[in-house]
């Protein structure tokens, strides 16, 4: 297979049925999700869409995230971007400022959720806050701006992950009850 430019990339993500991620000029179709990720990816949105001060907004796992220092085109299982909303200039249907990503790990995306993917989304000026959400356990993960680092904390049962750069809570509990997964 060969590497394909942003705009041959757009021009299949466009016509295709699946969506693909742009990775440093290779496309790579993402795996479909079980029902409890997509619950998990929509209570993690009704979470965040309840608190959410008038100059944020919450989107789905529709809105394409562009990463230029990664030349990274992805999205994620849900975002907050900040108004004004920010977009590719060569592309505008890719958003380059979100303040929040969250992504639902899955046996297959885990470990590139955790590492790769996290670093390239840590390079974005505007990211506050990358919240991973296990399926497999009520666990809600939180790495936050301090500064210029990047702190995490791990967020169990009975724990409510603070976003303090957006003020939110985030209940690990009424997340998963909300799915309606144990």
């Known amino acids: 297979m060969g590497r394909y430019s942003l705009a041959e990339y757009l021009r299949i993500e466009d016509e295709s049925p699946t969506k693909h991620e742009y990775v440093d000029g290779e496309i790579i179709a993402m795996a479909g999700g079980t029902p409890e990720h997509a619950a998990l990816s929509a209570a993690i949105g009704w979470a965040l869409n309840a608190q959410l ?45 979100p303040v929040l990503v969250v992504e639902v790990l899955s046996a297959s995306t885990e470990d590139y959720d955790r590492e790769d993917k996290r670093v390239a989304y840590q390079q974005l000026s505007s990211l506050q806050a990358y919240v991973l959400v296990a399926q497999d356990r009520r666990r809600v993960e939180l790495w936050s701006r301090a500064g210029g680092d990047w702190q995490h904390t791990a967020y169990e049962a009975g724990e409510v992950a603070r976003v303090p750069a957006l003020d939110l809570a985030l209940d690990v509990d009424a997340i998963y009850a909300r799915a309606g997964v144990a």
């Open 53 to 97: 001060h008038d100059e944020y907004r919450a989107y789905s796992s529709d809105l394409r995230i562009w990463i230029e220092a990664a030349n990274l085109g992805t999205y994620a299982d849900a975002a907050v971007v900040c108004d004004p909303v920010e977009h590719l200039p060569s592309s505008p249907t890719f958003v380059t400022n």
